[in-house]
């Protein structure tokens, strides 16, 4: 599929020409999965993109365990707490997706300081012992406004939705954002809300803030929340602005029908959940004894005009745009880095 090739096209590398780890030094090796929050579709899709990658390899051998934990309630001390029992369990390492990149680092230092590999990825953390794996979220938040300065040039009023308070992702997205408006002075955010990553939250954030705003003409998001905006805008009669889309299935389904109605016309991204699955492999290459880099960096996946059908046919109903990464994959990100 064109888009999902796109995306781990900047490896630039033939997975091919990589030799294959050999799996006997990772074969009572157990690796366990800290996620800080699971409340909407881009999370589900992540945990069941970890499922479906990491079972495979327990039944084939290649790792003893890959086992997938949750807290709760999205709390810093939760987590924290979840990765000092998942030491004591005696996890070889452990992948987190953080809900602070600061407030997990003691427990992330534990971990390292009892021999455990932690490989941070989405939400990562900042604790230099750890590995981290993102996407350049700023460049996600400049992307959207750079895209809105192409389709407006006259510029005009944006609404800015973010994610979970608190949390990296939505910091660096924001900070991307912010930086975008800056280089491009024709443009005003005029409101802002916290729309969770969740198309509800979105869409009662949105419907509350919209009476004491002008009219907007572009909404810059982080995902799971253009769905959620434009239910809120044309509830309240308004006419509907660009919106950037988040790769959700029902954002692109909305986007598909208001396209083949009237021309709308946006783009979509996000990172893609199955970066879960890359960390899994990342792991198993470090305890497998693996020179790889401390930082990595994904391309996030773009749905544009030209694609969107493409990643409409292969998303499920309820589910995020997706890629699930091979062994083979994950040698050639860490092949890139190096």
């Known amino acids: 599929m064109k888009f999902t090739q796109m995306l781990l096209a900047s490896a630039a ?17 157990r690796i366990a999965l800290s996620n800080n929050y699971a409340g909407n579709s881009w999370r589900q899709a992540m945990l069941t993109s970890w499922e479906t990658v990491t079972a495979p390899a327990v039944d084939e051998g290649i790792v003893a365990a890959a086992d997938a934990f949750t807290t709760a309630e999205n709390q810093a001390t939760e987590q924290a707490a979840q990765i000092q029992n998942l030491i004591l369990q005696g996890y070889d390492a452990i992948v987190v997706n953080a809900a602070s990149p600061t407030a997990l680092n003691g427990a992330v230092r534990e971990a390292c300081d009892a021999g455990v590999t932690v490989v941070s990825f989405d939400g990562v953390v900042t604790e230099p012992c750890a590995w981290r794996i993102a996407v350049d979220f700023q460049q996600m938040g400049r992307d959207q406004v750079a895209y809105l300065a192409q389709r407006l040039p006259d510029g005009g009023n944006l609404l ?11 910091d660096e997205i924001h900070a991307g954002i912010t930086a975008g408006v800056e280089a491009n002075s024709q443009f005003d955010v005029v409101g802002s809300v916290n729309g969770d990553w969740a198309q509800d939250v979105a869409q009662r954030a949105v419907a509350g803030l919209l009476p004491s705003l002008p009219e907007i003409d572009g909404v810059v998001t982080q995902g799971g929340d253009g769905y959620g905006a434009a239910q809120a805008i044309e509830a309240a009669g308004r006419d509907i602005p660009i919106i950037i889309m988040g790769n959700r299935q029902d954002e692109m389904a909305w986007w598909r029908d208001q396209r083949d109605a009237n021309g709308y016309e946006t783009i979509s991204l996000s990172i893609a959940p199955g970066v879960s699955t890359l ?60």
């Open 13 to 29: 590398i033939a997975a091919a020409a990589i030799p294959t780890a050999t799996f006997a030094q990772t074969e009572d090796a």
């Open 160 to 170: 800015e939705i973010r994610g979970l308070a608190g949390v990296f992702v939505d």
């Open 279 to 338: 960390a899994f492999w990342v792991a198993q290459q470090i305890l497998a004894g693996e020179e790889v880099p401390q930082d990595l960096v994904v391309p996030f996946l773009t749905v544009t005009q030209d694609t969107l059908d493409e990643a409409l046919e292969t998303t499920p109903e309820g589910g995020v745009a997706n890629v699930e990464y091979s062994l083979e994959d994950a040698q050639a990100v860490i092949a890139a880095a190096q």
